[in-house]
């Protein structure tokens, strides 16, 4: 499946966080229980498990022999943990590049609020955000689905357009967004899929690039390493 001459762009998701983990669970409070910041937050021991299957993963399908010229990654610690991890399994020199346009959609002030804390806490904010949707709203010193689309775009088109295999280690909300833009994933579909927490830590996409018609998408993992597309 993985071939010499080819140009393949891996995408993956961070092992599991402390963040995932409170938002898993059932709260009916105004705020989510994290302290600090959101780019401060790191791996679980389940995360670092998880990117440990994704390592191995990606050291079979991309040995010395089909080595990554490049690694991306952003500022987030459960972001670098993951990307840490990968390299040790790797066990070949590669460049480490950090790229904050890899890093999840910004909310802002509301970062740590849960939905019942801005509907309580920001009725002005809530209610716009019912009027103007998923996708549009931008909450105060935050990011719209848009303004994410918009510089994983920019991204793309500044760096992967080189030839040899790359490989980006991110949050679900940017994996999403390559698919969107290399798979043809509607803009609903993902902000559901993002909602429902259908990509899995850990997960694993894989794309290859046909000089004609650009990158599309290969084949997918889930964390347990099991192929699901």
């Not at 389940?46 to 040995?63: C, E, H, M, V």
């Not at 209610?127 to 709203?137: P, V």
């Not at 043809?184 to 894989?206: F, H, K, R, T, W």
């Amino acid at each position: 499946m993985i071939k010499k001459k080819k140009s393949y762009l891996v995408v993956v998701r961070h092992g599991e966080s402390f963040a995932n983990v409170t938002l898993k669970e059932e709260s009916d409070g105004l705020h989510y229980s994290l302290a600090g910041s959101d780019a401060s937050i790191g791996l679980t021991e389940r995360g670092k498990q998880q990117a440990n299957t994704a390592a191995q993963r990606l050291r079979s399908l991309f040995p010395r022999s089909l080595r990554f010229k490049r690694v991306y990654q952003n500022r987030f610690e459960r972001v670098r943990q993951t990307a840490s991890i990968v390299l040790q399994y790797l066990r070949y020199p590669t460049e480490i590049c950090e790229d904050i346009r890899l890093e999840k959609r910004s909310y802002g002030e509301f970062w740590n609020l849960t939905y019942r804390g801005v509907r309580e806490l920001h009725p002005e904010e809530y209610e716009l955000f019912l009027k103007e949707g998923a996708i549009d709203y931008r909450p105060p010193g935050g990011e719209n689905y848009l303004d994410l689309f918009q510089r994983v775009e920019q991204f793309a088109n500044d760096k992967l357009q080189v030839n040899g295999n790359q490989l980006i280690v991110t949050s679900s909300s940017v994996m999403l967004t390559f698919r969107r833009l290399f798979a043809g994933l509607p803009d609903q579909s993902l902000v559901d899929m993002y909602e429902n927490l259908d990509i899995a830590n850990g997960s694993i996409d894989v794309y290859v690039r046909d000089y004609k018609t650009g990158w599309k998408l290969l084949v997918s993992y889930d964390s347990e390493d099991t192929q699901v597309s």
